[in-house]
């Protein structure tokens, strides 16, 4: 069809996640840039009808509950006229066109690329000229989790402050996957459904002081919270338009970014009897804020704004850093630290390590960065510059190990230092 199918159908090994098990890393080193071109190609397109993937319409990507992705227009396609049932055209696992859901990472990915398009590798690949950046703090990866048939598409992870037990939200059929210190899944919960403590569509996820899993849904714009068991202790439903990043604080209260109304919100609930006290925006114009962390010390709270792009020009992301009060004490763009910096950053996800520095994740360099204290913010130190695929999530133990949720390979990965 259309002189197309001879294509090589193979995403780059950092993407293989987002074209599920059908993705592989083989390719020869002598295909040269040619072959890095159809990879390329690969992962922006359905690999069904090879038309290019699009934030919209019929040409906006989903997720099949196998982790397979397609467009929207060729799930309609296979569903047939009566869109009861369709066969995943890889693996052959029947769903239902309700059971698809968003493709959050591709769709960060196109937001990344821009309105313009361009080169994935141009976009993904600056670091000084291609030069992998200097080691860093000096981190060592001690534990890997997950991996494709665990983890589906992950958007958020978490550490238990005092169990150290790691939450990771997904978007497989349990939607919650929660691991022991040692690695072991102990528990999935979560289902994946429409009744009021099932989850949509999860996108970050957060543990609070008393041990409850807060969750952000996308599906249904709600905020829900569950003990370790897996029993839906509480849903918020009212006043949000998009809730989308969250952390806890050290007085058991969550602070939640709304994304579409560029809200900041301080959820306070009493989790063990279920009962909401508070819900209380704390700062507004905001644009598009996503990941939010919230300092354990001090606690200062850092923001990651997703700037529209315009013209030709790529979409970018600012950080903002507020001090308890939400004074703002200081922000910098991608812009801005490509000046300053070697590589232009565009940040994914963020926390604040056990000494109070700011830490981003960043797309273009697959990498970890950190940026520094509140008081000398922006600085420059690369903790992690290899191994990743395509950062989405960051959090901390309490031995102060940093644990990276990659989505590109659907896994976990635990670094501590050397």
């Not at 529209?308 to 004490?329: E, H, N, Y």
Request: aromatic share 6%; charged share 20%; hydrophobic share 35%.
């Amino acid at each position: 069809a259309r002189g197309r199918l001879s294509r090589p159908q193979r995403p780059p090994r950092w993407a293989r996640g987002f074209g599920g098990r059908c993705g592989r890393s083989d390719r020869s080193p002598q295909a040269g840039m040619a072959a890095d071109d159809e990879a390329e190609l690969s992962l922006l397109e359905c690999r069904v009808c090879f038309e290019p993937y699009g934030p919209d319409g019929q040409r906006r990507p989903l997720n099949l509950p196998c982790g397979h992705v397609l467009c929207r227009g060729c799930v309609g396609a296979l569903a047939g006229a009566e869109r009861q049932r369709l066969e995943c055209p890889f693996c052959r696992r029947l769903c239902g066109p309700a059971e698809t859901s968003d493709c959050r990472p591709l769709l960060q990915l196109l937001e990344l690329l821009g309105p313009a398009g361009g080169g994935l590798a141009s976009a993904l690949s600056r670091s000084g000229g291609g030069a992998a950046a200097p080691a860093g703090l000096g981190l060592r990866l001690c534990l890997c989790l997950g991996g494709w048939g665990s983890l589906v598409n992950p958007t958020g992870v978490a550490v238990c402050p005092w169990s150290g037990r790691l939450a990771v939200a997904h978007d497989g059929k349990k939607r919650i996957h929660v691991f022991g210190p040692s690695g072991v899944c102990l528990r999935r919960f979560g289902e994946r459904g429409d009744a009021g403590k099932d989850i949509k569509y999860p996108l970050d996820v957060t543990v609070t002081s008393d041990g409850h899993v807060v969750v952000t849904d996308g599906g249904d714009c709600s905020v829900k919270a569950f003990d370790f068991e897996g029993r839906g202790v509480l849903a918020v439903r009212e006043g949000f338009c998009l809730p989308w990043g969250l952390d806890a604080t050290p007085m058991n209260e969550v602070i939640v970014t709304d994304s579409e109304a560029g809200a900041l919100y301080r959820l306070a609930a009493d989790f063990q009897s279920g009962e909401l006290k508070k819900c209380q925006m704390i700062r507004s114009r905001l644009v598009s804020p996503r990941g939010v962390a919230v300092c354990q010390t001090s606690g200062a709270v850092v923001v990651i704004e997703h700037l529209k792009a315009r013209g030709p020009s790529k979409g970018s992301t600012r950080v903002k850093i507020f001090s308890a009060q939400m004074d703002l004490i200081g922000q910098m763009d991608s812009f801005g630290l490509n000046l300053v910096f070697p590589s232009r950053i565009y940040a994914t996800a963020v926390a604040f390590d056990k000494e109070g520095h700011v830490i981003v994740t960043d797309v273009c360099s697959q990498a970890v960065i950190c940026l520094g204290k509140p008081e000398e913010f922006p600085v420059f130190n690369p903790l992690i510059s290899h191994g990743l695929s395509y950062p989405v999530g960051l959090a901390y133990t309490a031995n102060n190990s940093l644990v990276v949720l990659d989505s590109g390979d659907h896994s976990i990965k635990v670094y501590s230092s050397i």
